[in-house]
């Protein structure tokens, strides 16, 4: 399986702005769909963002739609998550995710959260004054 290691986490004020990196390892990002879940405390896990590399569809849910990007480096073999105009119900844990199944990256996608292969270990987001 591939191995996933997120970063880019940490504090930032409301209206703010945080980029997350994935970084994977094991295999070729092309060969996969990648994600982002996020999970607040005492909420369930929900689907951010997901992009299907093989040919570079995206899709997001629709709390996110206009504020949030996802995007790839294959040359890096990494994902991005741009997370623009944050505001405090964003703060949560946010979890990359992967599969070589590129379909499990489609409009549905959040609700195969559990199904994808490969998680990473998560990193915090914070946004607070």
């Known amino acids: 399986q591939v191995q996933l290691v997120e970063s880019g986490g940490g504090l930032v004020q409301p209206g703010g702005s945080l980029r997350l990196s994935c970084a994977v390892s094991g295999s070729t990002l092309q060969y996969y769909a990648i994600g982002w879940f996020r999970q607040a405390p005492g909420k369930e896990r929900e689907g951010v963002s997901c992009?299907?590399?093989?040919?570079?569809?995206?899709f997001y849910e629709e709390f996110v739609k206009g504020r949030f990007t996802i995007s790839r480096d294959n040359a890096k073999n990494t994902v991005y998550l741009q997370m623009n105009s944050l505001e405090p119900d964003a703060t949560a844990v946010y979890y990359c995710v992967g599969d070589r199944r590129l379909f499990m990256c489609n409009s549905d996608f959040a609700v195969l959260g559990s199904d994808f292969a490969s998680w990473g270990q998560g990193t915090q987001v914070t946004v607070s004054s």
């Open positions: 992009i299907r590399n093989s040919d570079g569809r995206t």
